[in-house]
């Protein structure tokens, strides 16, 4: 038995894929204690614990961490002349006519940031020696009056050459045996002091959470005579073995959302689709990420909270628009929508626990294409009243009809949806219009066809049980880690050189992690060149494969930086400008022995029967059906709602729906 | 004599159609889109260190008139007189000549620019055979030339300062690209290599902005597109005549100073009276001290964008955007041949230390009669550092601009170390220089206690940035100010701290001028110490744990808590 608990901001969604099918259970989350909620999900679906061969587990409690800054007192030490660097940040402002701006609050105090002498240049040469007498008669005393549970150090140049951190590390861990200590270039080898520093000190700041949490996670296990394998996600898209995720906490955050890709990817990649762009609607936020080849798109920056993050992890866009988003009017008389959320409490208006403003589930109760009966399966109260009141203002102030309104809102939410798709898309240099769309989570279905037409996407993969695939992707990512480092070089004539030499030294690095880590040694490796023309001020990824690099020339890695270049910036591919490499960085996979698959979970579906919903300005005659009542070859021609206990599908005038083999649902633009 | 951006410059022509809300909603968020990626891509695919990691740039797309209608929120100082640099350019030759790959550039400060090293950019959106729109870019450039590298405090007039690209229309295949333009820019900058990929930077973000601005005309048709645009300005025109109906009528006066001009102690006073009538804002800068001999002269499209943020910030919520809707209730007027209105050839390189002085002048005027929404003075002054050394390899030119702590505000203490209001440049990270430059090191920068000015809320802290000099013959040129005028306090806030520049040789320690230039040697240390911000509000209604929490961060030491604050902190020393 596989098993997938996906730790949500209200709800904990367990899938479980065995000999005797699957089986799927959403039970409500516990947010003071994630693991209560986990196995709260466990006791409810029946499965005896010593019965999971794997266990994969996702939760938020390290963003939670850090967003409520719940993390353990955490140290900052840094080069001598700059300890203030947390604070300083890039001296930048986010809203520029906001006269009472203040930045992000770092996690680690300025009175917990300190400074050991030691210069190391930007070659690697060590201008000044790490003053080891200071450390010993300065530092440690510090640290240890200071009752910290980690610290984090990150010194200047490091990323070139580590020694004066792995000295300082190994000098801390020798006097203060009790302290978790994480160095940036375990972390990341890449340049810009503020970021990796930023990096690491989150690292560092969760470390102690994340181990809590999974030794009490384990304990419980133990008791519970599980014999199996327990696995962790990460923000890259892998899992990692529990234990292994100690030494890479970082990775843990952000995690939920690629679970989602996953288990999208996989799902469609059963039935031959490769090119995805993916779209997870729930309840507050929409995310949505670029799958490529079979390969999600990957980004190294990302910001928490207005941290920087520099780690590879998946380039997942977020915006504020979910089912609880707010539908309203600003003050100079435009709709909007969202980014507040009425959340899951108070909730919708329909809902009647107390939310008064109108929400896009209130809109879409109002304009049918959500049943009040058939919401969440049946297992949320709905008062459509309620919707239709709380809508009433906005109608008015537009002089629309209510569902004119509502409708309004939803068309206003898909665009919004759109943008934040372009940003990943078409800004990245991708067209839409080459992928399909892959929607999940609660109201994903519902929204994609009328995104999939502004987009110019002709084709929609609806996966089974579109409402948990997140969980499912637990069970169904590989396990992965990542390499990086910065090494500027001109890439000349000697550019493919470069690559197999970079590749041999970061292999036989990752190796080593690997076998610490526990993963497999089948491993499969792909290198990710960052380059630009000499002295640009970013890069722009250029990937390569393993197999490819033994036969691979300098004009070759020209061409194919020339076009990524082109691509994003609409200009470079023709340029004879040198051109360089910055950074590196490794993609370790040790793939899973074989995939879970998934399917309906067995339900009973209710007979066809005649609706009427409002979409694109009009009421519409529609038809309704239970997913289990889909059969074989049959089409299922718009305008339909397909409805299963996780989610609402809605098939648009157009559109037509038929299952495939695989369990999905296919939607194709007539 | 009155130059007046009166309303009348924005002869709207009346293109509102009866666009669906929801067309409008959407069409307007994808124009913000597309200014936005604009200036993204302008700043990532940039060579030079003060456009990549200083991130001294700004993009914004205009109306088929040149009426800016979304911007990308980057540089406050760049961004508000975009259209009147525009119109200059459209003086020479009238929109209706332009074909497609032509462009409009202008970097003149006597025709409607700003100062040289701003080079604005305007490319025509050609849709269905007719102009629709405009994508206009415009970045620091770091070296245009003129008589010392980076920056030529001496300079005499704006010819000194470097090269002069007067308002003028030019063709991309012909005149870029390789061709005479690029040549000539090439030839009289001193690092081409980067000057000229910023350039194309420039250019490529314009190319985006072109594309992403076609695609919207095929989705939804150029009608509709068009008519977002009209109505998008407008609904910053509504929202901000609206905020302007809620304040009292009446003439506010306020006023600040430069510290000097480099030449005597005389400090360059900035007069601003502001009126406020029912829904319409003036600000006149009567009174203000005639133009000066040194580069401190603010040419009117700096002041139009200094007053501009400064009444943007103070009296719409941030959330309003950026447009020429919001112009259009505003009038500003200077007296010509003042040092914000000069006279051709007055030299005006440093243009944003008075700039920031109109900032402070209109936000103390506002501050008698919307007291809640302005906040004390802080740094408010741009230090600009060009450290720079001709070695065999030819010019390496660092040029960078530091804040300080900004002033505090009804709500809040002021922002810690941070670029001052009208900019918003980030730091060079300290392994980017050590990439990149042999003749100097920074071996320090931090936080400086004790420079946020007491008050009910504090003023931010200053920072100080610390070089080691590697190299002989190293040339260093600065501008800073607030070195003699502390920043003030406000409803009884005491004032941030003062701004130094200093170089430790041989033992000894030399103060510079807040303007100067001097040669370096390898071994000196220079550092710049900025100003923090007033505090606001007197200090002793100040919160005791907010004191108790300044002096055990260090923000306040111990001793200065006591004296200034008049009590004994609780807080372990």
Redesign the interface.
Known sequence: MRVGIEVGGTFTDLVAIGPQGIHVTKVPSVPSAPDEGAFNALVASGIPIASIEDLAHGSTVATNAVLERKGFPTAFVTTK?????L??Q????S?????????PAPVV???ASFEVCE?I??DGAIETPLDVADVLARLVPALAHGSFEAVAICL??S?VNPAHEKSLRDLLIRSLPNLHVTISSDITRE????ERASTTTLSAYIQPVIDRYISRFRRRLDAEGFRGRFSVMQSNGGRLPAEAMRANAISALLSGPAAGVVGAMRQAGRSGFKNLVTLDIGGTSTDVCVVTDGTPQLTQEFQLDGLPIRIPLLDINTIGAGGGSIVWV???????VGPRSAGADPGPACYVRGGIEPTLTDAHVVRGTVRPEAFLGGRMRIDAEAAARALEPIAKH?GLTLEAAAD?AI??AN??IV?AI??IST?RGRDPRDYVLVPYGGAGPLHAAKVAEELGISTIVVPPAAGIISAYGLIASDFVLFESMTH?VVADDSAAQVLRDVFAVMRSRALERAAASGLRSDLVFTLTAEMR?V????EVPVPFSEAELESLDASEVRQRFGDAHQR?????GEAAKPIEFVSFRLGVVAPLESLPLLADADEAGSQPRPISLFDSKAWRDAHLLHRAAMSGQAFTAGPALIEDSTSTLYVPAGWMAQLDANHSTILERR | MQERASEERHSEIETRFALDPLDYAVISQALIAIAREMGTKLIRSSYSNIVREAQDASAALFDAEGNVVAQAELIPMHLGSMSEIFQACVAQCPITDLRPGDFYINNDPYGGGQHLQDVFIFTPIFAGNRIVAFAGTVAHHLDLGGGNPGMTPDAVDVHAEGLIIPPSRYTYDRDWNGGPLERLIAANVRVPSQTIGDFYAQFAANAIGTARTTELCVRYGIPSVLAAMSELMHYSERCFRAALRAIPDGTYHGEDAVDDDGLDDQPLVVKAAVTIEHDQVSVDYAGTCGQVKRNLNCPWASTVSATLAAIKSALTSPDIPFNEGFKRPISIGAPKGTLVNPHYPAPVRARLLPAYRCFNAVLKALAQVVPDQVIAGGNDSTHALAISHLGPQGYRVYLEIYGGGFGAGPRRDGCDAVDSPLSNCTNTPVEATDMDFEHFRVIGYGLLPDTGGPGKQRGGLGLFRRFLILKDGTNFATYTDRVRLAPYGLFGGDQGSRTRIEIERDGRVIKLKSKDRVDLRAGDVLTLYSSGGGGYGPPADRDPRLIDQDIAQGYVSASAGAQLYGRKSSAVP
């Open positions: 002349g700059f300890r203030d660097i604070a300083l890039r001296h930048g402002r809203r520029i006519y906001d006269l009472e701006y203040q930045k105090a300025r009175s210069r240049l930007a200047l140049n990323f340049f810009r002091e503020f600003d003050e100079g008389g435009m709709l909007r537009f309004s068309a206003l665009a919004n943008r372009q940003l800004e500027r023309f002295g640009q001020a970013f994003v910036y609409f200009f470079g």
